[in-house]
C-alpha cells in the first residue's frame, strides 16, 4: 500500500496523559498536514511541513499539542496533558506540490477519544 | 477570520434525482478544492478549480467556481447510491492552508 498511513488507528486514553500519533506520507511528498475532525464538521487545519521545516501552525494548536517531522519523513503529533475536548479525529495528509495546490491525499485518521 | 461556508447541511434525495452544494467565501480565494468523505472514510480528493468562472465536469458532476472565486458549487446529475457521503469543499486564501466547509451530508432513498 503506497497511500498515507496512521497510527494508532484509535486511541483511548484517560484525561491528563499524554499521547503521540505517527503518520507516514506518500514517500518523496514533501509537504505533510495535521487536521482535527470532530463529528459533522471539516477538517481544521493544525499544521503543516514542508520537509523537516514546520512551516505554519494554526492558533487551535495550544502548547500541549506538537508536531515534527524529523527526517522530512514520518510525522509524530503529541498531545500532553489530554483534556475531553481533544478527542476527535486526527488526520494527516501530504501532498508533492508546493503552495497549497493539487491534491491532499489523506490518511485513515487515528480517532482519539478521551475518557 | 477566513471562514468557508457551506450549505446545505444535508441532502436526502431520491435515487436519480440531482443534488446540489453550495460553498461561499467573505473573502476573494486563490483557488478552492472538493472532497468526499464516505462514512467511516478519510476525505478524498475530487477537483481543484483555479480560474474565475471555471467549470469542470467529471461524468455526472459539475463543478463552478464564481466569477469573483468567492464561491463554488458541485452539481450531480442522476444520483446513484454510491454518491452517498459528506462533500466538503476546501478554500486556499493565498496561503497553504486549506480552510474546509462544514460539509454537505448526502443520502440516498433507493
Known amino acids: 500500500d503506497t497511500g498515507v498511513s496512521q497510527d494508532p488507528r484509535h486511541k483511548i486514553t484517560k484525561r491528563g496523559q499524554n499521547v503521540t500519533f505517527r503518520c507516514d506520507p506518500i514517500?518523496?511528498?514533501?509537504?505533510l498536514y495535521w487536521y482535527r475532525q470532530t463529528l459533522g464538521q471539516g477538517p481544521e487545519f493544525l499544521t503543516y511541513?514542508?520537509?523537516?521545516?514546520?512551516?505554519?501552525k494554526s492558533r487551535l494548536l495550544s502548547d500541549r499539542f506538537s508536531a515534527e517531522r524529523p527526517k522530512g519523513s514520518f510525522s509524530t503529533l503529541e498531545i500532553q496533558r489530554t483534556e475531553q475536548g481533544d478527542s476527535a479525529m486526527y488526520l494527516c495528509?501530504?501532498?508533492?506540490?508546493?503552495?497549497?495546490?493539487?491534491?491532499?491525499?489523506f490518511g485513515p485518521g487515528t480517532r482519539l477519544t478521551v475518557l | 477570520g477566513q471562514q468557508v461556508m457551506q450549505i446545505p447541511q444535508y441532502q436526502h434525495v431520491q435515487e436519480g434525482e440531482d443534488f446540489t452544494t453550495y460553498c461561499n467565501s467573505s473573502?476573494?480565494?486563490?483557488?478552492i478544492q472538493w472532497y468526499k468523505q464516505r462514512p467511516g472514510g478519510h476525505p478524498v480528493f475530487l477537483i481543484q478549480?483555479?480560474?474565475?468562472?471555471e467549470v469542470k465536469k467529471q461524468k455526472r458532476l459539475t463543478f463552478q467556481f464564481g466569477e469573483a472565486k468567492k464561491n463554488s458549487s458541485l452539481h450531480i446529475t442522476a444520483t446513484q447510491t454510491t454518491d452517498v457521503g459528506t462533500y466538503f469543499c476546501?478554500?486556499?486564501?493565498?496561503?497553504?492552508?486549506?480552510?474546509f466547509g462544514t460539509g454537505t451530508r448526502l443520502t440516498i432513498i433507493p
Open positions: 495528509a501530504s501532498s508533492p506540490l508546493a503552495g497549497g495546490l493539487g491534491e491532499q491525499f
Open positions: 476546501a478554500g486556499l486564501f493565498g496561503n497553504e492552508k486549506l480552510t
Open positions: 511541513f514542508q520537509n523537516e521545516a514546520q512551516l505554519e
Open positions: 478549480l483555479v480560474k474565475s468562472g
Open positions: 473573502t476573494t480565494l486563490s483557488n
Open positions: 514517500s518523496e511528498h514533501n509537504r
